[in-house]
């Protein structure tokens, strides 16, 4: 259970905990975030999401609201209020509050930053893991900058009910070309016949995934080959096997696309390699 959440510069009970109702981030999506996963009470692969807010941040002009280290030591008050093992940290950052106004507000205006922790039980993914899920491909309607993390969810809100309603638990963007950009909350993968790790390139259609990156690291310790490059649904239909990849879900096989069957559609090796690979790769920090 959340009890204590950041706002601001003040830890707040749960149910007092808000913003400002001409907060940025509320009118505007004027706002970035970050979820990072809290495993036997350490931060995965922190470095890798604070570079990615840095990023977000610099890509919108929104100031730091605070060193990285301070911001540490808000995240490690956060779990420790919140008696956290495991689960997840959520921090936000918006522009800030004022009247509402398209044009940005003065300089000066300070950013809002909330950070808050939730406890889950740990073992659900691995579990999950070994069902594997389906997923559902939804047209991509989002913006052109889908590089930067912003809270601007609702294209995915909208896919990931849409796709719920047809059984499956992620739905799959497809581009005007017919590619697969990434999930609604995770990158997508494939491993072709001849057993490449295909994913998409970084570029404007997708977030720069902090467990994409790990797990590319962890493919090349293990001598796997991976290809940057887009992909379509025919591919997946030919394709070994599928998964996503996400800071809660880790590796995530995929058996079902649109009903069909991935591969033999049980998850496949290669999945689970990854998936075992992920921990002795990734970074743990105190958190
Ligand atoms: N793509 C999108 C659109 C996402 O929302 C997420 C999850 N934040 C990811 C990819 C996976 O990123 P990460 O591995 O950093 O959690």
């Known amino acids: 259970m959340t009890r204590i959440v950041y706002v601001n510069g003040a830890y707040k009970r749960y149910t007092e905990a808000a913003v400002h109702a001409e907060d940025r981030g509320f009118q505007f999506a004027d706002s970035i975030y970050e979820v990072i996963d809290v495993l036997d009470g ?21 100031p730091p609201p605070m ?10 008050q956060v779990i420790r209020r919140n008696r956290i093992r495991d689960g997840i940290v959520y921090i ?28 889950q039980r ?41 796709a719920r309603r047809t059984g499956a638990k992620e ?18 993968w494939i491993v072709t016949a001849d057993g490449t790790l295909v994913t998409h390139p970084l570029d404007r259609q997708i977030l720069p995934g902090v467990t994409r990156a790990t797990v590319m690291d962890a493919a090349k310790a293990e ?6 490059r887009s992909f379509s649904v025919r591919e997946v239909l030919s394709a070994r096997e599928a998964f996503v990849t996400s800071a809660t879900n880790i590796v995530m096989p995929v058996v079902k696309i649109d ?29």
Not at 42 to 62: G, P, Q, W, Y
Not at 67 to 76: E, G, T
Not at 125 to 150: F, H, M, Q, S
Not at 223 to 228: D, P
């Open 42 to 62: 350490r931060l995965v692969d922190a470095t890798r999401h604070l570079a990615r807010l840095d990023r977000s941040l610099n890509e919108l002009s929104i």
């Open 67 to 76: 060193s990285n280290a301070a911001l540490l030591r808000v995240i490690a």
């Open 92 to 119: 936000q950052v918006t522009r800030g509050a004022g009247p509402r106004d398209f044009a940005l507000p003065p300089l000066g205006t300070l950013p809002t930053l909330v950070v808050l922790a939730r406890a």
């Open 122 to 162: 740990k073992g659900w993914a691995a579990e999950l893991a070994e069902t594997g899920i389906a997923v559902k491909t939804i047209p991509d309607n989002r913006w052109g900058r889908c590089d930067i993390k912003t809270v601007m969810l609702l294209p995915a809100v909208l896919a990931k009910d849409e």
């Open 171 to 188: 739905a799959w963007f497809i581009d005007a070309q017919g590619h697969v950009t990434e999930g609604a909350s995770s990158n997508a």
């Open 223 to 228: 001598g796997l080959n991976v290809e940057e």
């Open 259 to 287: 009903g069909a069957p991935v591969g033999d559609g049980r998850p496949g090796p290669l999945a689970r390699r990854l998936r075992l690979r992920f921990h002795h790769i990734a970074e743990f920090s105190a958190g």
